[in-house]
């Protein structure tokens, strides 16, 4: 029997309530691609001792997952426009879970490949769900709340960083030395090579626990009513092309300044994450993987705390200055873990985390909201989700600069930067607000006791 929606829908798509079980189910996605992009961390240094890898050679990995993001996204969106929201969502589950089904056979044949063959599946499932989900997130409710419901569902995303790095900590990685020191200690080449195939097959036990939680999730979401959460009348009945949509997108000043800022943050994000565990072990020699993981599951501590309290101040404050804050004492600190004694650095790395939780849904709501023929809604949002492969970019700038300097600890005015970059933007967004549309109206009928608009239509 389906779990029914008690929310109506309003012609602007929005909804007139938020519909709690809904809401709560589709922001509990959020944490599966966070798990994902947290064991991404934990692989990366796994495949580079086993592999014998170099720096560049182990960047594949978040080339391979933020490729299949870059790749998916708007052939995912057009998908969502032509049918629906939770269509997305199930095809992004069910190619999420075929991806995570194939590292069991890549961790038998044990090769590189293989492995950025199954992470660059997991993307493509993941690039499904945050194209329907982000935006989906922002319409399951009134508008005026729009940018606070995505932040209350992006708070779900650091607590499966969290969960993606206590699982690789205790499930790939092992007690005792190091990988490498392991490795190095095996008495011949054979016995080198087994051992590197024994610590590849930990790398697929993460994956059976993360298949349960999918199977679970995409029984839920067929049994559950989903409102349609698209516009109705005049706006539905003239579809937009794809050609046509690009062009208006891209006449809209704050909407092309958003992609910059997306982009931005989330090679920020991925530049700062990537690089933890490898301060950590250059600052602490003796310590292992297991141990130096610990530093991550700090930060990802911190970016769960930060999300917290940017909620409550965004729920009272606006949103853009709240943000401001956050981007100029993130980019001070980071400019002090470049600059400040190398004892501070790992702690003040840590620290950056607090400030990053609210960026990514506060620029994805509000770039969303500079679209106001809600036509070009999927795309719009499929476009700022393509952004994500600022991930696959600034960490190779991060990574020259550090070859360069000759120091790791001064390549995060890199991340500094980007810092400043976005912060830049949200004070673009205080000169250019954000012109609300006429949904209100319709909303208050809806509420007020009026005749209301027509019932919500249900998703498949």
């Known amino acids: 029997m389906l779990i029914k929606n008690p929310a109506r829908q309003l012609d602007s798509g929005y909804l007139d309530r938020t519909p709690l079980f809904q809401f709560i189910l589709l922001s509990l996605l959020f944490p599966m691609w966070g798990a994902a992009a947290g064991l991404n961390d934990i692989l990366i240094t796994q495949f580079k001792h086993v592999f014998t890898l170099s720096d560049a050679a182990t960047a594949f990995v978040q080339s391979a997952f933020y490729g299949g993001y870059f790749l998916i996204a708007i052939p995912a969106s057009r ?242 200055r709240v943000l401001i804050i956050y981007c100029g004492l993130g980019a001070i600190l980071l400019v002090l873990a470049a600059f400040g004694p190398a004892a501070s650095t790992i702690w003040l790395v840590i620290a950056s985390n607090l400030l990053m939780g609210p960026c990514w849904p506060t620029i994805f709501g509000q770039t969303l909201d500079t679209i106001q023929d809600k036509r070009y809604q999927e795309t719009g949002g499929a476009i700022l989700v393509m952004a994500i492969v600022g991930g696959a970019v600034v960490p190779v700038v991060q990574g020259a600069v550090s070859d360069a300097l000759g120091s790791l600890k001064m390549s995060f005015v890199v991340s500094a930067v980007c810092f400043l970059g976005i912060l830049l933007y949200f004070r673009s967004n205080l000169r250019h607000p954000i012109s609300d549309e006429s949904s209100e109206p319709a909303m208050a009928t809806a509420t007020g006791g009026g005749a209301g608009p027509p019932p919500t239509t249900a998703e498949p």
């Open 79 to 320: 998908i969502v426009r032509r049918t629906s929201y939770k269509v997305g969502v199930l095809i992004g589950l069910s190619v999420y879970i075929v991806g995570c089904g194939l590292f069991f056979p890549a961790s038998m044949l044990a090769t590189y490949g293989m492995f950025l063959f199954c992470i660059f599946a997991v993307a493509i499932g993941l690039s499904f769900l945050e194209t329907s989900a982000n935006t989906y997130s922002s319409m399951l409710g009134p508008r005026r709340t729009s940018t606070l419901r995505l932040n209350i569902s992006q708070t779900f995303t650091p607590i499966g960083n969290l969960m993606g790095v206590i699982l690789g900590k205790y499930l790939i990685f092992s007690t005792g030395d190091s990988i490498q020191a392991q490795l190095d200690a095996a008495p011949t080449p054979e016995a080198k090579l087994a051992l590197g195939h024994d610590l590849l097959q930990n790398t697929l036990l993460p994956y059976k626990y993360i298949l349960i939680v999918l199977v679970c999730l995409l029984v839920l979401f067929v049994l559950t009513e989903f409102p349609r959460s698209k516009p109705t009348g005049e706006v539905a009945e003239r579809p937009a092309g794809l050609a046509e949509t690009l062009r208006v997108l891209l006449r809209i000043p704050q909407y092309r300044k958003g992609i910059a800022a997306q982009f931005l943050y989330v090679g920020l994000q991925t530049a700062v994450w990537s690089f933890t565990i490898r301060v950590a072990l250059e600052l602490y020699p003796g310590m292992n993987e297991r141990g130096a993981t610990n530093f991550m599951i700090a930060g990802f501590s911190c970016f769960l705390v930060g999300k917290f309290v940017a909620n409550t101040l965004i729920a009272r404050y606006s949103a853009a």
